[in-house]
């Protein structure tokens, strides 16, 4: 994801998570060009984020205000540590096995049924 973002140019957002300052009194064309940049950049960042996700996912994350903050949410509650990611590679190559010997014991009765 950090890939993606920073591709289309919003990883900062999320990564600095600066806060967009309001524009002065008569600013220039430059200052809103800019403002309207950052605060975009922000929004695009969040939407991204929360698309990434599934809808159950997304339940818990709608809440938060910053593209930093569901972002930090997402590992503090994903990534794990290093043991728990191997468990789960182990569980997953487990669950495929299991799924595979399933189609074979299907494939053998559609055979001697046949």
Known sequence: METYLDAMDMWEAVEKDYNVPPLPNNPTTSQI???K???????????????????????????????????????????????IRGM???????????QKMKELKLSKITLKGS
Do not use: P, W
């Open 33 to 35: 060009k800019n403002h």
């Open 37 to 83: 940049d950052r605060k975009t950049r922000k929004s695009k960042a969040k939407v991204c984020l929360f698309s990434a996700v599934s809808s159950s996912i997304f339940t818990q994350i709608m809440s938060l205000k910053s593209a930093k903050a569901i972002c930090d949410y997402l590992k503090a509650e994903y990534e794990g540590d290093e043991r």
């Open 88 to 98: 789960q590679v182990l569980n997953l190559i487990r669950d495929f096995e299991m």
